[in-house]
Structures are given as structure tokens and as C-alpha cells.
């Protein structure tokens, strides 16, 4: 035994108590917790000593479920009636129309309508891998610019947008018709690879999802480019990841057009990624000379409180009433028009077969069979920058 110390049977003694009185405190909160959750009139007069008994252990219980009820109502998807939302759409109009430098943050939110899921609502896919279910979405590449996309291309055109900085890496702001210089993806384009030794770096946009071999720190796709030979990567940002590619992540203008907007609107976004970058929300300036903030969710969101007005409904029923009330016509997608076409980079002979995926076309004549055109369905989720994204997050079986 050393000096001063317990002995080893002193010591296991003085475990047994320390373990004994745990596994005591926890029948206590158990049997106030089944107390608790009876009404007051069907407890016994035994049951109310021991919740007078116990203050601190039903303080703490009653906190925990508040907390849980704050979550819980946090997830719920909330909408306006009509009445209320074509009123808070005008107040949005007004401000669109009064703003002196307007900038459009998107998120997972605007592309639903084009079947692509969120990641947070009640059918996102953190939201389902959390309740145990399987995580399935439509062919990604299947997708079109939806009503949202659209009428964002047009503010731009119209000037009453200055720039859109989007956390989605669907490539359809590109697709809609928005130059490439007002476009922040700050998570990537599943469309475009880049050769990072080539200076400046050179961009290689592609009509196919070029993430198919791609995955968490690792980036290569397979093909080479065509000046230097060096291995193309994909620009995808994934969780735990930090974007450091130019273009098309475009922080720099991202950056210089948050500092420079008086009005911000946020659409389709749970911004608690977003909210995770200082330097969109201008937090080194004053309260009073920082943007005025709008957001359309159907969910809370963590800068609600600082919103200037919330409008809780879809982004295209939203984005539809304020084109409306702003006399603007909302253009309607064509493939024809898609500008991923004439940006598009053609694989090199030989480079047929370096991926699998479902290549865009302009029409369904234009397509190899098999190969486009086909209708949207639920499929497994593969691997890329949503397969990846999705099965970070789900547990590995053990091996027997």
C-alpha cells in the first residue's frame, strides 16, 4: 500500500459504494420520471412526498422534456394560410424592389420540387437515417431546374438580384441560365471536375454526374487532363471537408457580395450550415448596418430571430407569388436553352467508358438507348456526392 493511499480492498470497497449509489439515483429518476408523467389527481399521496423529496431531480426532468417538446416543434414543418403568406409576399416584394444590392442564399429546400431530397425535413435523409429507414431518390441526374430556379434566373436578368450563393451541388442554378460569375456553390457542381496544377485551374464541365468514383477526402475521378495529363477531381465539398477550389465554389465574390447587400433572402435553407460562415452575415458590422434578413422555410430555422419577416411555406409557391406581385413572367426551362451544353467539355476518345452514369441530352432522340429520357423513380441511393453524403451517417454491421 503506498504512503497515504487505500489499500486495493479499500479501494474496490470504495467503488462498489461509489456504483451503488449511481445505480440509486438512477431507480430515483426512473420512478419520478414514470411519476411525472402521470396527471396530478391519479398520484398516490406516496408518490407526492417523494416528488417533494426530490426538487432537483424533477427540475431537471422537467427541463429535459421542454427541451425535447423545443426540438420537436423546431422539426415541424409549419405553413402559412394563404391569406397570411399572400400578405407576407407583398411585404417580400416591397423590399426585393427596394433593395439596393439583393442576395439570394439557397439551399436543399428549392430543389425538392425536382425530386431531390433535403437533408432536415420530415422526409430529408438525416431525418430518416435517424428513425432507422433507408434512404432511396430519383436518378439526380433526371433532374430540371424547378419554378424557384427559374425565377431566380430572371431577378438576376431584371437586376433585382445581384448574386446567389447556394450550398446545393445539383448544378441547376447553372442549368437555369445564371452566369457562372453569380453563382457562389459553395459545396460544389456534381457537373464539373478541375486539374489543380494547371494555373489557373482548369475546369472541365461535363452533361454527366462526374462524383460516381468520388467520396469523402477522396476526389479523383478517373479521367485526365487533356493539357497536362494530371488526374481530373470533382469540386464536391463534402461534411468535414473545407472548400479551397476557386471556381465554383467562387468564395471571393460570395464574400465581396455579402458586404456589400442591404437585403438577404434566404430560400430553402435550414441555414445551420450557413450560419456556420461569419462572413455572409456581415457579423463584424453593427446589428443596425447589417442586411436586412428574409426567409423561406417551413421549418425554424437558427437565424429566425433576426429575420426581418419569416414566410413559412414552399419555395415555389412563394417564389410563384412574388413574381406575381412583382409582374415578372416566370420562364419555363427548356433543354434546348440548358447552357451545361454549350459549357460542356467532351470526353476524349477512349474515355467512353470512365463512368456510368446517365448523361444529359436535349431530347430523347438525341439519346443512346437506354441511356436518357428515362421517368423519374425511387432507386438506391449509389455512390457520389448524395450517395456519399447519405451512408456517412449510417452504422456499419459487425462482421461475425
Known sequence: MAAGGLSRSERKAAERVRRLREEQQRERLRQVSRILRK?????????????????????????????????????????????????????????????????????????????????????????????????????????????????IARLHEQRLVQHVVSQNCDGLHLRSGLPRTAISELHGNMYIEVCTSCVPNREYVRVFDVTERTALHRHQ?????????????????????????????????????????????????????????????????????????????????????????????????????????????IPLYSRWQDPIFSLATPLRAGEEGSHSRKSLCRSREEAPPGDCGAPLSSAPILGGWFGRGCTKRTKRKKVT
Not at 422534456?65 to 417580400?92: F, H, I, N
Not at 493539357?227 to 463534402?238: E, S
Not at 437585403?263 to 430553402?268: A, E, H, N, P, S
Request: some cysteine.
Open 221 to 329: 475521378t478517373g479521367r485526365a487532363c487533356h493539357k497536362c495529363g494530371t488526374q481530373l477531381r470533382d469540386t464536391i465539398v463534402h461534411f468535414g471537408e473545407r472548400g479551397t477550389l476557386g471556381q465554383p465554389l467562387n468564395w471571393e465574390a460570395a464574400t465581396e457580395a455579402a458586404s456589400k447587400a442591404d437585403t438577404i433572402l434566404c430560400l430553402g435553407s435550414s441555414l445551420k450550415v450557413l450560419k456556420k460562415y461569419p462572413r455572409l452575415w456581415c457579423m463584424t458590422k453593427p446589428p443596425s448596418r447589417r442586411p436586412k434578413l428574409y426567409i423561406v422555410n417551413l421549418q425554424w430555422t437558427p437565424k429566425d430571430d433576426w429575420a426581418a419577416l419569416k414566410l413559412h411555406g414552399k419555395c415555389d409557391d412563394v417564389m410563384r407569388l412574388l413574381m406575381d406581385e412583382l409582374g415578372l413572367e
Open 39 to 151: 396527471a396530478a389527481a391519479e398520484r398516490s399521496a406516496e408518490e407526492g412526498r417523494l416528488l417533494a423529496e426530490s426538487e432537483d431531480l424533477v427540475t431537471e426532468l422537467q427541463g429535459r422534456s421542454r427541451r425535447r417538446e423545443g426540438l420537436k416543434r423546431r422539426l415541424q414543418e409549419v405553413c402559412d394560410d394563404p391569406e397570411e403568406l399572400r400578405r407576407k409576399v407583398r411585404e417580400l416584394a416591397g423590399a426585393v424592389r427596394n433593395a439596393k444590392y439583393l442576395v439570394v442564399y439557397t439551399g436543399a429546400g428549392i430543389s425538392t420540387a425536382a425530386s431531390i431530397p433535403d437533408y432536415r425535413g420530415p422526409n430529408g435523409v438525416w431525418t430518416l437515417l435517424r428513425k432507422g429507414r433507408s434512404v432511396s431518390a430519383a436518378d439526380l441526374s433526371e433532374a430540371e431546374p424547378t419554378l424557384t430556379h427559374m425565377s
